[in-house]
């Protein structure tokens, strides 16, 4: 696609209840991130994948949080039984693989912004 | 690790001014690239300019310039003629020559508001 799409746009869900967000990245790009923004703050990095693997997970706030990738492409990031600080936006980023050119300039999406009641 | 700073959490000036936002980083590599991201309202993280490390001459991008000291571990962005459109959330950024696993390194952002 032209840019990074994201969906849902908005999500308000119920503490408890689990959520899946979706990143449609620029097509061609092998890298993807996730970042999340809580009120007020700057972006906080969640996860990193090359391709379909992502070599580090340890940015993901606790393990109720769970992403992938299938295909190389669109990425899911999954959070079960929601929790009130959950509530942020969530950003999705793509680019280019390290070592081409461009691979340094991240294209953000739109993001999620997501509500726990 | 690295780290971003952004000391300034709100700026205000009017329209027609120019405005100097600042920006200092820490890392112990060499070979890396800085930027400046915009997010408006609507949310989308707009790229405004960037600077590679081992650039000496500062990058300009219309009525955007960064003044780029690299000793100084300091990269603040000027706004000239500023304008209404201007009003949103700017966040300077980090990452080293090798991009990949670490992303961006964000700073707290500052809220810049251009008033008519």
């Known amino acids: 696609g032209a840019g990074v799409s994201q969906s849902p746009s908005n999500k308000v869900t119920e503490k408890g209840k689990d959520v899946e967000l979706r990143c449609d990245p620029i097509?061609?790009?092998?890298?993807l991130y996730w970042y999340r923004q809580s009120l007020g703050q700057g972006l906080e990095f969640l996860i990193y994948?090359?391709?379909?693997?992502?070599?580090?997970k340890s940015g993901l706030p606790s393990d109720r949080f769970s992403a992938e990738r299938t295909g190389g492409s669109v990425s899911t990031l999954t959070i079960q039984r929601t929790q009130q600080e959950d509530s942020a936006v969530y950003l999705c980023?793509?680019?280019?693989?390290?070592?081409?050119?461009?691979?340094?300039?991240?294209?953000f999406g739109a993001g999620s912004r997501l509500t726990v009641l | 690790a690295q780290t971003v700073t952004q000391s300034q959490p709100e700026m205000s000036v009017q329209e027609a001014e120019t405005v100097t936002l600042s920006c200092t980083y820490d890392?112990?590599?060499?070979?890396?690239?800085l930027f400046w991201y915009k997010q408006p309202p609507s949310r989308q993280m707009i790229l405004v300019i960037r600077?590679?490390?081992?650039?000496?001459q500062n990058a300009t991008e219309n009525r955007f310039s960064v003044n780029f000291q690299k000793a100084a571990k300091s990269f603040s962005l000027k706004i000239s003629d500023s304008q209404l459109g201007d009003t949103a959330m700017y966040f300077c950024?980090?990452?080293?020559?090798?991009?990949?696993?670490?992303?961006?390194?964000f700073g707290k952002g500052t809220h810049l508001i251009i008033q008519p």
């Open positions: 600077q590679e490390a081992y650039k000496q």
């Open positions: 994948f090359q391709g379909n693997s992502a070599p580090d």
């Open positions: 097509s061609g790009h092998t890298a």
């Open positions: 890392t112990s590599e060499n070979n890396y690239y």
């Open positions: 980023a793509s680019s280019h693989s390290p070592g081409f050119p461009g691979a340094n300039v991240l294209t």
């Open positions: 950024a980090f990452i080293d020559s090798g991009g990949g696993a670490d992303g961006l390194t």
